[in-house]
């Protein structure tokens, strides 16, 4: 791990670390990994749902909740992780929410009763929730100005492969060998990322920890993020463009079984490697923040993510999946750009910005990822669709007002 300051040193005299240098690209490399020990835990009995519904004898709801109650965990602790991060560090935060989880995930194969399953997954959820803004307020910190939101994007771009792993270690391990080893595999290969991550990950030398706030200083930071509206904007985005990804993933693979193309199982799980987009994109719309800056790069993500919708609305197989990888490559590039943008707009309580965003982020895909189901069982894949669309144009017309200011604006 790199050195700190040493003692005297002002630590406001160095800048953070410069793209091209060692501790850049450890700094990278370390939340990739964080990334992929987050999301493919959380994601990870997602593939093996119906597996995991015939072994306990219960519903494709109840194992469903394996999931919802993992998300919710998370949701409900970015705060509290955030307030603890700025007491402790990011660093040491973050390393005690991985190995928590990690542990936890080792535990949900062995779990004896669903009640406890579930409880496991929860507790899961809720060691991660430290991790995603935690990450975003420690790159803000020790990476360079200019190049924090590509270092951004890269961290987003981790969190895709984890998602992505997640799913397909899973599928062909429970498939061969039961869910158990699948949930089993995942933890496992989190574990190893866990274990990278605290090899590569630098200290921090920007960190000051804050001091301990009582309720009403809390309340306090959290009001003065809520009312400014630029973070506002943000997190209204975070909402609105998650909810509309999830659903559209939640429901694509009814339109893809039914007729007219009766596609398997087996086939429809397979357009999660649409998420291979985001990976790129990701790291390729927040390295174009430097050229174009963050909000015109933030809007090109919305206008390509609903291009890629539009796509899905014909009837052929080619051009869904091409508009579906559209879609996927546009979100990640306006999300990667929208979390990273937290971390700069917020000079005080980054973890907290950067938390808020995060539970908007998950809160999105809770209620709009249910939501588009009804207009999806009522009106069909279209009314999905526009709806969707709807949402992203809505998105992009309140970004580009409330962020349309003089150069003095972070971007």
């Known amino acids: 791990m790199s050195k700190a300051l040493p003692i005297g040193n002002d630590a406001t005299a160095w800048n953070g670390h410069v793209k091209g240098s060692s501790g850049y690209s450890r700094v990278l490399a370390a939340l990739a990994l964080a990334g992929v020990a987050t999301f493919a835990q959380l994601y990870s009995t997602q593939a093996v749902l119906p597996l995991m519904a015939s072994d306990l004898g219960i519903s494709a709801a109840e194992a469903a909740l394996s999931i919802s109650l993992a998300t919710v965990g998370l949701a409900v602790t970015v705060l509290p992780w955030s307030f603890v991060a700025d007491r402790i560090g990011r660093v040491r935060a973050m390393t005690i929410g991985i190995a928590a989880a990690t542990v936890l995930g080792l535990l949900v194969p062995m779990a004896p009763s669903v009640p406890l399953l579930l409880g496991l997954r929860a507790l899961e959820g809720m060691a991660l929730g430290g991790i995603p803004a935690i990450a975003i307020a420690y790159l803000n910190e020790e990476v360079t100005k200019i190049h924090t939101a590509l270092a951004a994007g890269s961290y987003v771009a981790g969190t895709t492969l984890g998602g992505l792993a997640g799913r397909l270690v899973a599928g062909p391990v429970g498939e061969l060998w039961g869910w158990r080893a699948a949930a089993l595999a995942v933890s496992l290969l989190a574990a190893v990322s866990a274990v990278l991550f605290l090899v590569l990950v630098p200290k921090q030398r920007r960190f000051s920890p804050a001091p301990a706030l009582g309720f009403r200083a809390a309340l306090g930071t959290l009001r003065g993020h809520s009312t400014n509206p630029k973070l506002v904007a943000l997190y209204l985005q975070a909402f609105l463009l998650m909810g509309g990804f999830v659903a559209v993933y939640n429901y694509l693979g009814f339109r893809l079984h039914a007729e007219p193309f009766g596609l398997p199982a087996t086939l429809v799980s397979l357009i999660f490697l649409a998420y291979l987009s985001g990976t790129v994109s990701s790291r390729w719309g927040a390295g174009l ?86 207009a999806f069982q009522a009106l069909g894949w279209p009314a999905l669709a526009w709806s969707v669309i709807g949402l992203a144009c809505t998105t992009a017309a309140v970004t580009a007002v409330v962020h349309h200011r003089p150069r003095r604006s972070a971007s």
């Open 289 to 374: 923040t430097i050229k174009f800056g963050r909000l015109n790069v933030l809007l090109a993500g919305i206008g390509i993510m609903s291009a890629g919708l539009a796509l899905t609305l014909v009837d052929n197989l080619i051009a869904i999946l091409v508009g579906l990888v559209i879609f996927t490559g546009g979100f990640f590039a306006a999300h990667s750009v929208g979390s990273g943008w937290t971390g700069a707009i917020a000079t005080t309580g980054r973890a907290q910005a950067a938390s808020l965003y995060n539970l908007s982020y998950y809160l999105g895909s809770s209620v709009i990822g249910w939501a588009g189901g009804l």
